[in-house]
Antibody, heavy 125, light 107 residues
Framework: EVQLLESGGALVQPGGSLRLSCATS????????MNWVRQAPGKGLEWASG????????YYAVSVEGRFFISRDNSKNTLYLQMNNLRPEDTAVYYC??????????????????WGQGTLVTVSS | DIQLTQSPSFLSASVGDRVTITCRAS??????LAWYQQKPGKAPNLLIY???TLQSGVPSRFSGSGSGTEFTLTITSLQPEDFASYYC?????????FGQGTKVEIK
């Protein structure tokens, strides 16, 4: 059974830093693309960052690029999100999500198959 | 960035109703579109991927259709457990983007 468990959320002052972790089990982390998706209080979902499987190519939303850094430690089965220079608008529940990449009939599709329960980051003075 | 616009943003319906939610993309995304259901305080749950493929374990009253720039999620007979928020999600071009969501509430 796939399990994703986020941790590290906290109250932090503007300009501060925080590192989120997503402990994974039930699959081989390095074989799958992983993502961080956030949701501000009462708002919709926003994709923040992703890292490809079988490599370390990373991607970021414009809103976090240059401040957030995604990484993983395959030996620890853990995904990370290092968040620097935090702003009040970064306040959100942060979810890690495992992506699937399926191909059939000459077409390939991605989707977020599994999600963690989320961890709350609050940026406030 | 590819923008996804869902309509309606809010929907009031009764148990047994047929419900349709539309998602329009600002650029073509082929069939690289997924739908998720989210209940308050919970993580999103995958319903549909590749625009029309039902995720394993999802009831058959849910269906998806469309390609290119226009997509629909249909619930054929709304059940009490279906009252939730629904999001479309394009995975065609980075940055991945979500629609703003559709909240389905009890009439």
């Amino acid at each position: 059974e796939v399990q994703l468990l986020e941790s590290g959320g906290a109250l932090v002052q503007p300009g501060g830093s925080l590192r989120l972790s997503c402990a994974t089990s039930g699959f081989t982390l390095q074989n799958f693309a992983m993502n961080w998706v956030r949701q501000a209080p009462g708002k919709g979902l926003e994709w923040a960052s992703g890292i490809r499987g079988f490599g370390d190519t990373t991607y970021y939303a414009v809103s976090v690029e240059g401040r957030f850094f995604i990484s993983r430690d395959n030996s620890k089965n853990t995904l990370y999100l290092q968040m620097n220079n935090l702003r009040p608008e970064d306040t959100a529940v942060y979810y890690c999500a495992k992506a699937r990449y399926d191909c059939s009939g000459g077409s390939c599709y991605r989707y977020f198959e599994d999600w963690g329960q989320g961890t709350l980051v609050t940026v406030s003075s | 960035d590819i923008q996804l616009t869902q309509s309606p943003s809010f929907l009031s319906a009764s148990v047994g109703d047929r419900v349709t939610i539309t998602c329009r993309a600002s650029q073509g995304v082929s069939s690289s579109l997924a739908w998720y259901q989210q209940k308050p305080g919970k993580a999103p749950n995958l319903l549909i991927y590749a625009a029309s493929t039902l995720q394993s374990g999802v009831p058959s009253r849910f269906s998806g259709s469309g390609s290119g720039t226009e997509f629909t999620l249909t619930i054929t007979s709304l059940q009490p457990e279906d009252f939730a928020s629904y999001y479309c999600h394009q995975l065609h071009t980075y940055p991945w983007t979500f629609g703003q969501g559709t909240k389905v509430e009890i009439k």
